[in-house]
């Protein structure tokens, strides 16, 4: 079974950027699609960008669009999140999920194995 390894998470101030990396640990990630997801307190964890294997298709939700971008680097086996132009409303804990193939689907039930998750905090 693959475990993921989130790292890059930490307290910025608005405005600022974070990069989140995603690395498989004990077998590789294999050909699959990867997303972020992230969850506010008290929230629902929500779809934030996703990639395909060959990384030509991607996804990204409404309100991150021109300030994250997701990517993936398969001979490292490790999916990173650029995150730019940080907002308050950013502030959340982002989990990497492995998708259960390679083409790129938006519904939370596609992601079968997940990471242990990074706290990102954005202050005003």
């Known amino acids: 079974q693959v475990q993921l390894v989130e790292s890059g998470g930490g307290s910025v101030q608005a405005g600022g950027s974070l990069i989140l990396s995603c690395a498989g640990s004990?077998?590789?990630?294999?050909?699959?699609?990867m997303g972020w997801f992230r969850q506010p307190p008290g929230k629902e964890r929500d779809l934030v960008a996703a990639?395909?294997?060959?990384?030509?298709?991607?996804y990204y939700t409404d309100s991150v669009k021109g300030r994250f971008t997701i990517s993936r680097d398969n001979a490292k086996d490790t999916v990173y999140l650029q995150m730019s132009s940080l907002k308050p409303e950013d502030t959340a804990v982002y989990y990497c999920?492995?998708?259960?193939?390679?083409?790129?689907?938006?519904?939370?039930?596609?992601?079968?194995?997940w990471g242990q998750g990074t706290q990102v905090t954005v202050s005003s």
């Open positions: 004990g077998r590789r990630l294999g050909a699959v699609a």
């Open positions: 990639i395909s294997w060959t990384s030509i298709n991607t």
């Open positions: 999920a492995q998708g259960r193939g390679p083409g790129l689907q938006i519904g939370i039930d596609y992601y079968n194995y």
